[in-house]
């Protein structure tokens, strides 16, 4: 039985050292993940978006963030749910990401 915050906080610190190629903003202050569930086992699913469905990292990102993830201590499997919907807009982005990128 894993400790199932503490993993879903070394998730989310993960995904934040994960950069979006064509913006220099991490994906969870960029909001394209919509959520994170870690199972008492110690599997993980991380269901995330693109900035379009077009993405040039619509292969790289999903596939970054599984390896990513599952180099976590704990975790024994992962799998990343790509969802467009909702679709993803600046809205989505935290403050600080807005304030990066001069959005406010």
């Known amino acids: 039985m894993v ?3 503490q993993v879903e906080k070394l998730v989310t610190e993960t995904l934040r050292q994960i950069y979006d190629p064509e ?3 991490n994906i969870h202050e960029l909001g394209l993940i919509y959520g994170v569930a870690v199972d008492s086992g110690g599997a993980v699913t991380v269901r995330m978006t693109l900035t379009a469905a077009g993405c040039p990292a619509a292969q790289a990102l999903p596939c970054e963030v599984e390896k990513r993830v599952r180099a976590i ?3 024994t499997g992962v ?4 969802t467009f ?7 989505r982005m ?3 990401a807005k304030l ?3 959005l406010i």
């Not at 919907?85 to 809205?91: E, G, I, L, T």
């Open 3 to 5: 400790d199932q915050a």
């Open 23 to 25: 913006i220099p903003v």
């Open 73 to 75: 201590p704990g975790v």
């Open 79 to 82: 799998t990343v749910e790509l």
């Open 85 to 91: 919907d909702p679709p993803w807009d600046a809205s």
């Open 94 to 96: 935290s403050e600080a």
């Open 100 to 102: 990066q990128l001069g």
